[in-house]
């Protein structure tokens, strides 16, 4: 464990030093904090909530004077507090520093630390002194000790780095208050740019992204969150097509050599991602896909009501209109091998094969229904083909979906439209306990669906091979499993049988393709996964891979970030022969290990205003058709959402003793 010399933290003041006249506490547990970078100690962190310092020669007043030079440049000048507070303490801290006559005593920076907390409009502004609060009150002694000399004082290594709870939520770590403020400035197009900086899909994930980042709004303690997911596709469905192509074409770069190219296997989320962010960087890619379509999961697992088409389509073009190749009909262990990949020139490859074998139930009769029993992404790639007019599909009489996640919801509001009487939904857990998004659930209940939580199928009746009902038990919550969530179990004697015409089982996705890749030299993990490590590397050198086929089943915005992810890391084997120390990655480590960014909120003079909702079309009118169900708010909506983030950004820093290495991101 760590050794804290001394700080404050949440008001706490902590004094481990020898003849220290403050009160003995009990050690702050600090985990993950020895080396910030390999044989470069920790020496002290500060941060919105108070700092610590770990080397008893830390200075003071040089690492105050670089937290509020942060805090002031990251300023967004609304209000006075903030706007000439951080700035006035901190040119007075350089002065002290420096070894220059003040212009404000210790007394004075004080009453603007003060002033600054209680009175500044945002999060930025009232947390940005705390540190600094601190330090004055409880170790004044220390700071006047440094200036007693009236010498410079030797500046010290470290870093800033300025987050956000809903940065920190994302996978892909979007500046969500950037783009917020662009809309609330009027400039919807470099609201755009925030978003392509970190994925090309802005319009499909301002569709169906699952909101890790809404989850974390602290705007949700004064009123409901803000709806960063609706903004954003506000901004990208007004800066759509050209508009958007251009942002790119800014960002890119002089190409690199022609023998530069890397395959991406897998024309889903995270093969999207990773092309997109390594045609960027200058390379050729070829995009090698199975189907006749870019999106993967994206484009055969989510309706079209959610998510149409040509939406898709447009930001999956962006990889031909940089440069990339798509290669369609081309299925790794079939058409070529990874071997093959490497022979034709390519310096690395990425998988992004995603989950698209769905799992079976298990149970009595499964194996003999012929008829009228489909695996979730199975029925969805039909509800696929019907909508593209390939293949007509059509349901009578009332089905039932087995599953409780966003897949099962997405099977049961396509059964209605398909023509089925009644659709149910059997969940062994409680309604509370389902993982699809609540809003999905709400749309669900909205338009008619039946649910029966609580049950858990045990057999499939059929007759000559067709469907002809389902075989429920009934389940009773018991104590909580290690993540809080209560178990369930059957309940002897009461199974009943639920009659029905079709059933879909939407349980779970498992990797098609994983016996062809561990073939291919690539290992799998106990889960039949791709197996890689912290960087995304495989078992086989040059093999990166990431998304659902290395997670499991999980959410679009996942894979973007690890295809991101791999694109960066791609780049610095390819031209490093190994992947860099990335010191904001390391920062967010530290964070998120110490649970630095408290799960409350700043006290904000703000006044109540709920959340715009996107416009959707009627229950009664949509379920009968394939048509997007939310419609994109109005410019004037968007303002006035945008009002409402609080810019909760954080500043944090940290001192180490000797330099981060530089070029580190």
């Keep these: 464990m760590t050794q804290v010399a001394y700080g404050v933290w949440d008001g706490v003041v902590y004094d481990t030093r020898p003849g220290s006249t403050h009160a003995q506490t009990p050690e702050y547990a600090l985990r993950n904090f020895e080396d910030f970078d390999d044989g470069n100690p920790i020496r002290a962190f500060f941060g919105d909530r108070g700092f610590f310092v770990l080397d008893d020669t830390v200075s003071l007043v040089d690492a105050l004077y670089h937290y509020m030079k942060k805090s002031a440049a990251q300023s967004c000048g609304a209000c006075t507090p903030c706007r000439m507070g951080t700035v006035l303490v901190r040119d007075a801290l350089d002065r002290l520093r420096r070894g220059l006559d003040q212009t404000l005593g210790l007394d004075e920076i004080t009453i ?16 940005c002194a705390v540190a600094l609060l601190g330090a004055l009150d409880h170790f004044r002694d220390r700071i006047e000790e440094e200036l007693a000399p009236k010498k410079p004082i030797k500046a010290q290594h470290g870093m800033a780095h300025v987050t ?57 303690f004064v009123d409901e969150a803000v709806g960063i997911k609706t903004l954003k596709r506000y901004v990208a469905d007004q800066q759509s097509g050209p508009n958007a192509l251009k942002f790119t074409r800014d960002m890119n770069r002089k190409p690199l050599a022609e023998g530069m190219k890397v395959a991406v296997v897998g024309a889903g989320p995270a093969g999207i991602a990773c092309a997109y962010h390594l045609l960027l960087n200058g390379y050729h890619v070829d995009v090698f896909e199975k189907s006749n379509q870019a999106g993967g999961m994206a484009q055969i697992g989510i309706p079209s009501y959610r998510l149409p088409k040509d939406t898709l389509a447009m930001e999956t073009d962006i990889i031909v209109d940089l440069g990339g190749r798509f290669l369609f009909g081309q299925q790794l262990g079939h058409d070529f091998t990874i071997e093959d990949l490497f022979e034709q020139g390519y310096k690395a490859v990425f998988l992004g094969l995603g989950c698209q074998e769905g799992t079976k139930l298990g149970v009595t ?6 008829d009228g029993y489909f ?33 099962a919801m997405d099977c049961v509001r396509s059964a209605l439209r398909l023509g089925a009487s009644k659709v149910h939904v059997v969940y062994r857990r409680a309604l509370g306990d389902m993982p699809a998004d609540h809003e999905e659930v709400a749309a669900a209940e909205a338009e008619g669906i039946q649910f029966h939580t609580l049950c858990n199928p045990t057999r499939i009746l059929t007759e000559n091979g067709k469907v002809t009902g389902v075989e429920l038990v009934r389940m009773e919550q018991t104590e909580p499993d290690e993540s809080g969530r209560r178990k369930v179990r059957p309940i002897a004697g009461s199974e009943f049988t639920l009659p029905c015409d079709s059933m879909i089982a ?50 679009l915005i996942y894979a973007m970030a690890a295809g991101q992810n791999a694109a960066r890391n ?3 084997w390819v031209q490093r022969g190994s992947v860099r120390f ?13 649970r630095f960014l408290a799960n409350d909120v700043v006290e904000t003079p703000v006044r109540n205003a709920y959340r715009v909702h996107n416009p959707e079309l009627d229950p009664d009118l949509r379920k009968h058709m394939f048509e ?10 968007a303002y006035a959402e945008a009002q409402r983030c609080m810019r909760c950004y954080r500043v944090y820093t940290v001192i180490t003793r000797h330099p981060i290495p530089e070029g580190a991101v």
């Design 164 to 220: 956000a709870p809903c940065i920190e939520a994302c996978p892909s770590k979007v500046n969500v208050p950037r783009y917020i403020d662009y809309i609330r400035d009027g400039k919807p197009e470099n609201s755009l740019g925030v978003l392509l900086q970190q994925y090309p899909m802005a319009a499909t994930c301002g569709r169906v992204c699952v909101r890790y980042c809404e989850q974390a709004c602290r705007r949700k």
């Design 582 to 594: 990335f010191k904001r990655a390391r920062m967010r480590k530290l964070i998120s290990d110490n």
């Design 506 to 555: 939407a349980i779970g996705q498992q990797v098609e393709d994983g016996a062809l890749v561990e073939g291919d030299g690539v290992a799998l993990n106990r889960w039949q996964c791709v197996a890689t490590d912290d960087t995304l590397a495989t078992s086989r050198p040059g093999v990166f891979a990431g998304g659902d086929c290395v997670t499991g089943p999980s959410t």
């Design 628 to 637: 997007e169900v939310e419609q994109t708010i109005s410019a004037q909506a």
């Design 375 to 407: 695996r979730g992404i199975d029925f969805l790639l039909k509800v696929h083909d019907h909508v593209d007019g390939i293949a007509p599909l059509a349901l009578r009489g009332e089905v039932v979906v087995v599953g409780g996640g966003n897949v």
């Design 570 to 572: 791609i780049d610095d």
């Design 112 to 127: 603007l630390g003060e002033q600054m907390r209680q009175t500044s409009l945002c999060n930025l502004g009232q947390t």
């Design 365 to 370: 009769g499964e194996d003999g229904a012929r």
